[in-house]
Structure formats: structure tokens, C-alpha cells
């Protein structure tokens, strides 16, 4: 008789004789799967197994998996019923406790037993165990008495965070003793007008912008490279500049081509810089995290501000009615308004993700875009500090420097992916899938992007120094000319020679085309 169904090639496998001379168990190898003989196969599931393989060695009973009743078991049957037929896995909590009580009155029966020499002798193994702390449990001794400088570090950020927010006043910015050279022949000239007011007689030269082709000046004086310039607004008879050897500068453009003034009040580099609308004074936001205003003609300082973070932008509201009110993005990701008249916050826009890097002033002057690390663009009324409009899309890259078209209907954003792309700056904020201005490779750098003043031309640096100039119509490359040595970081068109432009670099040079 055969107990198990055997497959076809088992029942026609050659038999020899009812029992196999050589076989310990007599059976014929076509009935083999084994050394051992026929093993037949069980499905059983690897906990079940592990808990009866357990239970045989720890009791030594276990299921039987071949029988088909529930309760068969083979092994030590006394044990079986002395333990309930129990199995490792599956000890009723009554059984757990009852064995736990029973463990403790063992070790205390021990202890007592222990002598109490042995127990206070740190040698011992009794002392050991009286004395055994989780590892978890902190280590008392060898407390580290000297911070690292890290530690250091992260504690004064820690304290001064606290303070804020119990509304202490915490040191602001880096104090620096403010200074200004003049470096100009006079500071008045024989009719008694000072030394920034504009020629009389300039008027723009014609209404169409050229592109330049060489260099017509170059301006060096500061030791480390320039991070931004700025034309005196209106007439571009001055440019100012941002060194990040911590100095602004300003410089005579249709003259002497010299330094005029030199501005010395941060005590790092100096990220941005901002006229106001006259130009007689102007903003400097440095990485010492202070914002200064300075009267441009005289180089001293009226006013500071300061968060206790780096400014990366700083704004002034272009309508001539709000010339006190300053807009400045922070590294901590809010946009703090200040009325520069009393010197305090008015407002701070705090929605974005990451440290804010531009604010562009749209909508004659009522909203304002701000884009950010967080590769977002935001569109806020001005003074309400809620988004009326946030633009992010997946394949969108942060975008470091924004310009505005002369027509105001557009917006050029300097995208990391090396392109400009262009917004519109109406109602809907649409990306205008039509235009992009590409060919230029600026990732990792906020090369500013700038228009010429008829609006036919987009020009930007890049991060190789080169000088890129589109075609607004056709959005194709114009022209490229080479600027600098490493990066041509920024860009200006003059405002009445239309067809000439300054850039400037972190070789640290300006120079005029």
C-alpha cells in the first residue's frame, strides 16, 4: 500500500525486488527524494515552523504537522499537560506574570543569601549586578567642560533666537565706524552746485538703442570683485558700486571717468545697493546684516537697519510719494518693510520657503514680485502681507534677478537652468511659453538680466564674463561680447546714452562699453 501519491515518474521507475540489497530501509531508489528515504513535502509557514521547533526543545512536545486533527502532538505528554499545551509564542499573560513574581523571589532569596561585604566590593559580580544602570542611562562621568567652537556657535544663535521671541532686544548687526572719502577736486563747483548734480545740458541722443561693440572705459579701484552697479537714476552721470571688499563707490561717468566718493560703513561684502528716485541718497545692504542709507553727496550715514539677518535684497517703493518706505528680502525668508522716517517695521511679508532674493515693483508701483530660494515666485499688494498670486511649477529653478520690460507688461526672471524666461505682469502672471532667451550658462550665479531702454534688446552676464544681448522680437542671440575674467555679474544700461552699457565683475573691474 502506498501512503502518499506518488508522481508518474516515481510509479514508473524500475523497481528491484521487494527489498533493495543496498538500502538501509529497503526502499528502491525510484522511490527516493532523499538520502533518507522519501520525504514528502509540507506546507508550512516558517513562524509556525520556528514556534513548534522552539516549544519541542524548551518542553519537548510539539504539533504534529502531519496529522490532519487539531490536537495531536508527539513528544513528552506529562509536559504537554503540565503546561496547559502552551507553546513559546503563546504564554498567557496570568503564566507570564506568575513567572515573573516567581524570577523576583528567586533573585531576592539570592540577594539575601549574598553577603553584604561581597555586595559593596566593586570587584564583585554582586556589586555588578546591584549597581547595573540601562545603557541608556547617561554617563555621569568625564562630562565634557570645553564647547567646540560649533557648539559654541550653535549656542549664541540659540540664546539670540530665544531673546527674540521673549521680545528682548538682540544685537543687530556688526557696528562699524562709518567713513567716506572724497576723492573728487571740489565738492562745489564755481556756481556753488555740488558735486552729483547732473550736467544741464543732457538729453537722451536718440530714441534707438545700438548694441556696443568695444570697450570704451574701465573703472578699477576696488580690490575684490564688484557684486552690483547702479546708474545715477534719470541721468547716469554717476555709477555706483558694491564691492565685496565691504566699500560702495561712485564713479564720474561722463568726465573725469574717476572715483568720486568712497563710501566705508560695513564691516563685510556689500550684496546690493539702491537709489532713491532724486538720487541723493541711496541703500546698501551687507552681508554684516546691515541695511544703511546714505546722503550721496556728502557719503554719511543718516540711518541703519537691521534685523539681525542678511539682507540679499534691498528696495525702495519707486512711487515719489513713498520714497521713506524700504523693502528689504531677508535671509530668514520674510520681506521687512521699514518706515525709514521713524526707523521702524511696518509690515513684514512672510510667506516664502527660502531666503528671498528679489523684489520688482509691477502694476505702477501697487504689487510687488518676490522670488526666492524656494524656486517660487510671489505677487503681493503692497503693505498686505498675503500672496495674491504664488507661481511654482515643477520644472521651475530659483530665480536670482528680475528686471522689468520699459513697457511694464513683463517681467524677465534669470532662471539657474541657464534661461531667462519672461512673465507677464497683468492680471494672471503668465509664464509666456513664446519667449526664452537662452545660449548663456549662469547656474549657480545671480547674473542680473537687463532691457534696453526701447525695450528691443534683453542683455545679461554670465557666469564665464561674457556679455549676452537677445533680440526681444525674435528672442535670438544679438550679440556676445567678453567682459571679465570669471564672472560678469551685472549689467546696466545707460539711461540717456542708448547705446552704451556698464558691466561688472568679480575680477573686480567696471567697465563702460
Known sequence: MVSYNPTYDQLWAPIYGPAHPYAKDGLAQGLRNHKLGFVENAAIDSFVFDEQY??????????????????????????????????V???????????????????????????????ENPASDSWLVKNKTSPWAGKKEGLPTELTEEQKKYAEEYAKKKAEERGEKVEKGEVVVDKTTFHGKEEKDYQGRPWISPPKDVKATNDHCYIPKRCVHTWSGHTKGVSAIRFFPKYGHLILSAGMDTKVKIWDVFGSGKCMRTYMGHSKAVRDICFTNDGTKFLSAGYDKNIKLWDTETGQVISTFS???????????????????????????????????????????????????????????????????????????????????????PHMHSMPAISVHPNTNW???????????????????????????????????????????????VMSGDGEGKMWFWDWKTCKVFRTLKCHEGVC??????????SKVATCGWDGLIKYW
Open 54 to 87: 522552539n516549544t519541542f526543545h524548551k518542553y519537548g512536545y510539539a504539533a504534529d504537522p502531519s496529522a490532519s486533527a487539531v490536537n495531536n502532538y508527539v513528544g513528552d505528554f506529562d509536559a504537554l499537560e503540565k503546561n496547559r499545551a502552551i507553546s
Open 89 to 119: 509564542y503563546n504564554i498567557p499573560q496570568s503564566e507570564q506574570k506568575r513567572r515573573r513574581l516567581e524570577k523576583k523571589r528567586e533573585n531576592e532569596e539570592e540577594d539575601e543569601v549574598v553577603d553584604k561585604a561581597e555586595v
Open 307 to 393: 534685523t539681525g539677518k542678511v539682507p540679499y535684497v534691498v528696495k525702495l517703493n519707486p512711487d515719489d510719494d513713498k520714497q521713506n518706505v524700504l523693502l528689504a528680502g531677508m535671509s530668514d525668508k520674510k520681506i521687512v518693510q521699514w518706515d525709514m522716517n521713524t526707523g521702524e517695521i511696518t509690515q513684514e511679508y512672510d510667506q516664502h520657503l527660502g531666503a528671498v532674493n528679489t523684489i520688482t515693483f509691477v502694476d505702477n508701483n501697487r504689487r510687488f514680485v518676490t522670488s526666492s530660494d524656494d524656486k517660487s515666485l510671489r505677487v503681493w499688494e503692497y503693505g498686505i502681507p498675503v500672496v495674491i498670486k504664488y507661481i511654482s511649477e
Open 411 to 457: 517681467l524677465a526672471a534669470q532662471s539657474l537652468d541657464n534661461q531667462i524666461l519672461i512673465y507677464s505682469t497683468r492680471e494672471r502672471f503668465q509664464l509666456n511659453k513664446k519667449k526664452r532667451f537662452a545660449g548663456h550658462i549662469v547656474a549657480g550665479y545671480a547674473c542680473q538680466v537687463n532691457f534696453s531702454p526701447d525695450g528691443r534688446f
Open 489 to 498: 555679474i551685472g549689467c546696466e544700461w545707460h539711461p540717456l546714452e542708448q
